[in-house]
């Protein structure tokens, strides 16, 4: 089916001595063959975490807690490692913010790449010939063959990470805000690749902080909030329709989006995920809840479930549905 990945009741906490924090609640959504899915949202809000948990590599102290991750009909989080191995770095290719990459740091550029070929059937010398080209096609010089990861600049890694999507037909390619380090320059031929992959088949998990840039290439976007996903709908509906108060607020907080507008920013701060509110997590900085007292005892009672709003558009609010 068009389903390549199917994210389901997802929850990852992170086991501090200071206490446990819950970065990442109840995330649900699907990822079809051919989205761009966008995940935007604050500093803190859990966007890294389930770009890690999506491949069941979340960092100590954090732990997925519950959910289930369905790639070809197989729950990621369950399955053995060696299988899992295999799916990463081919099936799913990861660039992710830190340096922790699906390049592998001891073994040769050409090498890692050359290895994934000679497994499926293509004999050594062609191999070598089809990296090359690869490096070529993203504009890097074939002598970097011989190099490690860390003798390359950071956006000649990601182009890398890209061009081997490319070449394995990988089903989903995971970029954690993989612009953010890069001139703008370099940004664009990224975003260019990333949109080259997309066409090629290739499903795109993005994030950024980056509203506009969320809305130029997206078919799908996701709005986090203090770990949990508050809204998912395709770009129009997210973006001229947006539901959830925070969605509108963020909007409404973000410069550049339209142009006469007055920037207002949401007042408060997130809450602490270690303590997070009982009920919706906005609800402390909700216009909405503060101005209606009918909503008492409703937003900060009940934890909000996502609810189809109209076809394809979810949201976790209880202004809408029940
Ligand atoms: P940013 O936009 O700054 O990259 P983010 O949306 O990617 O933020 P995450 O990095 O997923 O957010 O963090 C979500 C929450 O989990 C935050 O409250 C953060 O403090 C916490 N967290 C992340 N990594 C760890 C860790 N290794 N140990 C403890 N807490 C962590
Ligand atoms: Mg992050």
Redesign the pocket.
């Known amino acids: 089916d068009n389903i390549v990945l199917d994210v389901r009741n997802l929850s990852?906490y992170?086991?501090?001595i200071a206490g446990t924090?819950r970065?990442?609640e109840n995330v649900s959504f699907k990822i079809e063959r051919g989205d761009w899915v966008t995940?935007v949202?604050?500093?803190?809000?859990?966007?890294?975490?389930?770009?890690?948990a999506l491949v069941n590599l979340v960092?100590?102290?954090?732990k997925i807690v519950k959910g289930e991750i369905i790639f070809n009909g197989k729950n990621l989080i369950t399955m053995d490692i060696e299988e899992l191995r295999k799916i990463r770095g081919k099936d799913i290719s990861m660039i992710f913010?830190d340096p922790m990459t699906s390049l592998d740091p001891l073994r040769k550029i050409g090498d890692q790449i050359m290895e994934v070929m000679i497994e499926h059937g293509v004999d050594e010398e062609e191999a070598k010939k089809r990296a090359k080209e690869l490096l070529r096609s993203v504009n890097i010089p074939e002598d970097r063959l011989d190099y490690y990861p860390h003798q390359l600049s950071g956006g000649q890694r990601q182009r890398i990470i890209i061009s081997m999507a490319m070449a394995f037909h990988s089903k989903l390619i995971i970029a954690?805000?993989p612009t953010t380090a890069l001139d703008v320059i370099v940004q664009d031929s990224i975003m260019d690749l990333l949109e080259d992959l997309r066409k090629s088949g290739t499903s795109v998990f993005f994030?950024t902080?980056d509203i506009s840039l969320a809305s130029e290439r997206s078919s799908k976007i996701g709005i986090?909030y203090?770990?949990k996903l508050v809204e998912f709908g395709l770009v129009d509906q997210i973006i001229e329709n947006p539901k959830h108060p925070y969605t509108a607020a963020l909007f409404q907080s973000t410069p550049d989006l339209w142009v006469d507008k007055t920037i207002t920013s949401i007042p408060g701060y997130?809450p602490d995920?270690r303590d997070p509110p009982k009920g919706c997590r906005f609800y402390p900085r909700c216009q909405v809840f503060k101005e209606n007292s009918n909503l008492k005892g409703v937003c900060n009672g009940k934890e909000p479930v996502m609810k189809e709003v109209e076809p394809g558009h979810f949201v976790a609010c209880h202004l809408y549905g029940d």
Do not use: C, R, W
């Open positions: 990852v992170y086991y501090t924090v970065a990442v995940f949202g604050e500093s803190g809000s859990g966007k890294s975490t389930v770009a890690h960092p100590n102290p954090g913010q954690d805000e994030i902080h986090m203090a770990g997130p995920l």
